[in-house]
């Protein structure tokens, strides 16, 4: 008899230890709406604080560029130089990650495409955002190198 009841005890344990063990493996703040991240990024001016390119931190190629995401898209890296181009946040459509996440997408156009452009111009993953920083990291496709970029408010 007392093995009868210690079997449905045991069965919600195990049923509690099964639902403990799931969870959501996107631990970040983001979601399938990029209005948040558009609002963050419009709400002022940006630098960058952290580019590492596959292992070498490459921050100060940045250093004293202020980026201006305007909410029609334009995107500004003002210094000596200016470099014009465009942005916006998108759902992410691949299938290699959450359909939850999204994209940052920076494209520069103007002037010609050099180092400077090129480093930035991408289909950037959103790590995390506040409303002072975002963190963004992109994983190349041709030879699986990772690379980060962080902007801070000024």
Sequence with gaps: ???????????????L??????SSDDNSNTSADPTPVI????????RITLYEDNGV????NYANYIFTF?????LT???TTSYNGTWSVTASNSNDDSQDDLDFNIAFLAPAPNAFTD?????WDIVSYTATRIQLIDVS???GGTDYLTFEKN
């Design 1 to 15: 008899m007392r093995k009868l009841k210690l079997i449905p005890i045991l069965a919600l344990l195990y049923l």
């Design 17 to 22: 230890n099964v639902a403990s063990m799931c």
């Design 39 to 46: 609002n963050t990024a419009t709400s002022g001016t940006w």
């Design 57 to 60: 931190n490459e921050t100060n």
């Design 70 to 74: 305007n909410s029609n898209g334009v």
């Design 77 to 79: 890296a003002a210094n």
């Design 119 to 123: 480093d930035l111009t991408d289909d």
């Design 141 to 143: 496709g041709g030879n």
